[in-house]
């Protein structure tokens, strides 16, 4: 089939081109439009037309574009093969680009679903909404999203956070799991068909869903360097449920843990997600595990899961005594807590001699009180750990890949109900994890 052209007709008000029997064909070639001859209202007149809404959510669909913003759109560099291009007067012809291998029908849309934070508050500030398809830069990948893994990040960042400027509108959800459907210039193209999960750090810095939209979407553009593919035997749902809680825990207990078999193990909060896997490492290792909660039935699901000891927090306040109990009067070898708040103490009282208390962050409060007498008479070390590496990442992907790791994900929602999964964790009602199927 020969290479098409498609050229605008002479009325400003654009139908759209009829393409479908075009489409097959992979490549629309067209030698490079002549630029910077159109003067006064031709350099307005002279534009592209997006087929739908521009990149900036709420533009007019209609809107026109300056020549050299035309120019923009039409560079191979950063072209969107979802976006059927037509030019108008002076702009005639289209540069080359490649579509994915997607059906032609698909692409002549090129706006996406969200659901978006409007301002900081609660639920009700998330709006389900249209925007414009990302159009990847030069090192980016286009994903389409498959499933996007929620956490109490996306709490935080609804509410908002001392001195932590999150720029509205913002889509929530840090772990995105999908197909890589194009890639820019600078992108390998054997990337595209191939199912990834996204490292949730910026390489600039920054969080996924916090400092830069996440993956409440259909469509998420992506640095190169955040792309891990998922290995055969993994499922989206399952790959969306890795990254932040998984990944947290997995160098928390390993790379600054240094956790070994044999040993006791507390872990605090422990039916969140982080919660929730640290135990299933824990368990893995051959520790022995000594869990908080703050319900009868979130600590029959942590016994399912393989837990030694359950102590509901809610019955007994002060845990220490319970797990001293529990210990043999021996305390823990090491205690998980990402609570904060006025758990420290207690979980200064819990260790055993040259134990180790690891944290990552602390989800009821930032400010504790530490009695130090327990640091010096007990030598106890405190070892924070902040986050994952693309490695911890992988390292789970490997676990679930060779069936000795299921992520734990009780409730699932389309992307129009995100809102009641942040819900979820808002009020401390589930247990594990909450995937969104955009």
């Keep these: 089939m020969p290479p098409i052209l498609l050229r605008a007709p002479a009325k400003q008000s654009l139908p759209r081109p009829r393409v479908a029997d075009a489409l097959p064909q992979r490549t629309f070639r067209g030698s490079r439009p002549r630029w910077g001859r159109a003067r006064g209202a031709d350099r307005t007149a002279a534009a592209a037309l997006l087929l739908s809404l521009p990149a900036r959510p709420g533009a007019s669909v209609n809107s026109r574009f300056p020549l050299q913003n035309a120019r923009h759109y039409l560079s191979p560099q950063t072209i969107n093969p979802r976006y059927f291009l ?3 007067k002076k702009i005639s012809r289209i540069t080359s680009f490649r579509l994915t291998q997607r059906t032609a029908e698909e692409f002549v849309s090129s706006t996406m679903k969200v659901m978006a934070l409007q301002e900081h508050g609660g639920v009700d500030k998330l709006k389900h909404d249209t925007w414009a398809v990302p159009l990847p830069t030069a090192n980016q990948a286009l994903v389409e999203v498959a499933a996007c893994g929620l956490n109490y990040m996306d709490v935080f960042v609804m509410h908002g956070m001392p001195d932590v400027k999150t720029q509205m509108p913002r889509i929530p959800g840090g772990d995105i799991a999908g197909v890589v459907r194009q890639v820019g210039a600078d992108v390998s193209k054997e990337w595209i068909g191939k199912r ?3 490292f949730p750090r910026f390489p600039e810095g920054g969080v996924l869903g916090e400092n830069g939209n996440g993956g409440l979407c259909e469509f998420i553009a992506a640095d190169q360097r955040q792309l891990i593919e998922i290995p055969d035997g993994v499922s989206f749902d399952d790959a969306a449920a890795l990254p932040i809680a998984y990944g947290t825990a997995h160098r928390m207990l390993f790379t600054r843990g240094k956790l070994k078999a044999g040993e006791k193990i507390l872990i605090l909060g422990a039916s969140g997600g982080v919660g929730v896997a640290c135990l299933q490492f824990a368990k893995l290792t051959g520790a022995e595990v000594f869990v908080c909660t ?36 021996k305390g823990v070898d090491v205690a998980v807590n990402f609570t904060g708040g006025d758990t420290w103490i207690p979980t200064q009282r819990c260790m055993a001699t040259g134990g180790r208390i690891l944290t990552c962050g602390s989800t009821i409060g930032h400010i504790s009180e530490i009695d130090v007498r327990y640091v010096w008479h007990r030598e106890v070390d405190i070892i924070g750990s902040r986050a994952y590496v693309p490695d911890d990442i992988r390292a ?18 389309p992307l129009e109900q995100a809102g009641e999964g942040i819900r979820l964790l808002e009020d401390r009602r589930i247990f594990g994890k909450v995937i969104v199927k955009p």
């Design 86 to 88: 037509v030019c108008h």
């Design 294 to 329: 703050s319900t009868e039935e979130k600590a029959r699901k942590l016994r399912e899961l393989g837990a030694d000891h359950t102590i509901n927090y809610s019955e007994n306040p002060d845990f220490s005594k319970a797990v001293w109990a529990a210990s043999g009067k």
């Design 396 to 413: 789970c992907l490997d676990f679930v890949a060779s069936g000795k790791l299921q992520p734990v994900i009780e409730s699932k929602f």
């Design 196 to 198: 990834v999960v996204l």
